[in-house]
């Protein structure tokens, strides 16, 4: 996959992420973590979502530019796998919030992964 590609992916993640946050919220599902992100919440959607993709258009067009340099190309994969594991948060606090609650030893197995990684080196 090509540094645009990678680059379009993660600002596509990034606005899935505000949209599902902004449901969770708004539903009473689950709480903003980030406090700042929270209190813009609290203010209203557009200011929530206007500055959630300023900061994620920003952070993916400056790793597409940077994509010559191998620090941006590391920061780019640490950032992709970072919203892929969020997005499993969202699906399992979607399924909860269904009322299937398997999802909860899914998502306890998943944040147990990285200690046993760890324990592994």
Excluded at 3 to 13: E, P, Q, R
Excluded at 55 to 80: D, E, P
């Amino acid at each position: 996959m090509g540094a645009l590609s990678k680059s379009i992916l993660l600002f596509a993640l990034n606005w899935l992420d505000a949209q599902l946050t902004i449901i969770w919220v708004r539903t009473n599902v689950a709480t903003e973590g980030n406090g700042l992100m929270a209190r813009l919440l609290d203010m209203g959607n557009a200011p929530f979502l206007i500055t959630k993709l300023t900061i994620g258009f920003f952070a993916a067009y400056l790793l597409y530019r940077c994509s010559h340099l191998k620090t941006a190309r590391y920061g780019m994969s640490l950032v992709l796998t970072i919203y892929l594991a969020l997005m499993v948060v969202h699906v399992t606090t979607g399924m909860s919030a269904l009322g299937w609650h398997a999802s909860e030893a899914a998502t306890s197995y998943l944040g147990a992964m990285p200690n046993f990684l760890v324990a592994l080196r």
